[in-house]
């Protein structure tokens, strides 16, 4: 279950972390509040779209209530073992070949029903004085799992900055594509871009994040930089990377899993160990980085289910998957 307060004998999430640092990392940005951080968040004087955009280094952030129980993954883990397919089918494919994505500058495509629609740079969507610091649990359709510090802003208040009309009911998410950069993209595993989406009041849960770092610092290329979708309470493929296009619709959108094989990835996709993978049991799964025998017992909604049940209330969770 979600803890939004740590209790008395929890140890904190600094002590445990793998990564000296992101204690570090901590203490500095403390510091650097009373001269002001503003050269750290790679921002300056004037409007949002006026400053620089941060391509590496350390983000300065809020730090939330947002907390789990659970240790975090090693840093290493969390970029070295990574579903990323534009760039290679194995794990560690990413990390390795995610370094040729173009990255900076970054326009995100606004579209559908919507107000506001054109292209937007990355700077006027997130306003990184404004980042925070949420450590979500993360469980991949794979059967393992997790649990990630995450730098960012709430989707809700993007939805807001980009007014979807009354007809909207859903948004889709694209992922950038580069046949050029992305080695991954050239085999036949998907019919690219990727593209994922949720009901619009989905992505208005106070849950919905989008992430534009980790660990405290910029996001790596292999997690999805510059910018991606994590809604933890669903498996991790609804979690877009590198998100480049944003469209508002009446109608279901199509999602690439889906699409590829509807009979064992639904449109919702929310974690629900009652509900068995065609191939394998979603009832519990692998700690990555808790070593070989680390295992744990799988939550509905990955432990959120006080945050996202209702939305949901009256689905069949078994068919509606």
């Not at 495509?109 to 006027?124: A, I, K, N």
């Not at 519990?284 to 209330?313: C, H, K, P, W």
């Amino acid at each position: 279950m979600i803890r939004r307060k740590n209790e008395i004998w929890q140890l904190s999430n600094e002590l445990v972390t793998p990564k000296p640092a992101f204690l570090n990392r901590r203490q500095i940005m403390k510091a650097a509040g009373a001269l002001g951080v503003t050269a750290l968040a790679g921002c300056g004087q004037g409007s949002a779209s006026a400053r620089q955009m941060p391509t590496e280094g350390a983000l300065a952030a809020q730090e939330t209530n947002w907390q789990v129980s659970d240790d975090l993954t090693p840093y290493e883990a969390v970029t070295g073992y990574n579903n990323f397919y534009e760039f290679g089918l194995d794990k560690g494919d990413p990390a390795r070949y995610a370094s040729a994505m173009t990255t900076s500058p970054w326009n995100i495509e606004v579209s559908g029903l919507t107000d506001e629609p054109r292209e937007y740079s990355l700077q006027d969507l997130v306003d990184f004085d404004a980042l925070e610091e949420r450590v979500y649990r993360l469980r991949c359709v794979e059967a393992w799992s997790m649990v990630i510090p995450w730098v960012g802003v709430p989707l809700a208040s993007i939805i807001e900055r980009l007014r979807p009309s009354n007809d909207a009911r859903y948004v889709q998410f694209e992922t950038y594509l580069n046949r050029n950069e992305m080695r991954g993209t050239r085999l036949r595993v998907l019919d690219w871009p990727y593209v994922e989406g949720l009901r619009l009041d989905e992505a208005r849960n106070e849950l919905a994040f989008l992430a534009v770092g980790l660990y405290g610092e910029v996001l790596p290329k292999q997690n999805g930089a510059p910018i991606r979708l994590v809604v933890p309470w669903k498996y991790g493929y609804k979690s877009i990377k590198s998100v480049a296009k944003i469209r508002f619709t009446s109608e279901e959108p199509a999602t690439s899993w889906n699409q590829s094989a509807p009979n064992e990835y639904g449109f919702y996709s929310n974690v629900n160990p009652n509900r068995a993978h065609p191939r394998w049991s979603q009832s519990s799964e692998r700690i990555i980085g808790g070593g070989l025998l680390a295992r744990r017992e799988t939550e509905m909604f990955n432990g959120y289910e006080d945050q996202v049940a209702s939305m949901y209330a009256g689905m069949d969770l078994i068919e509606q998957h």
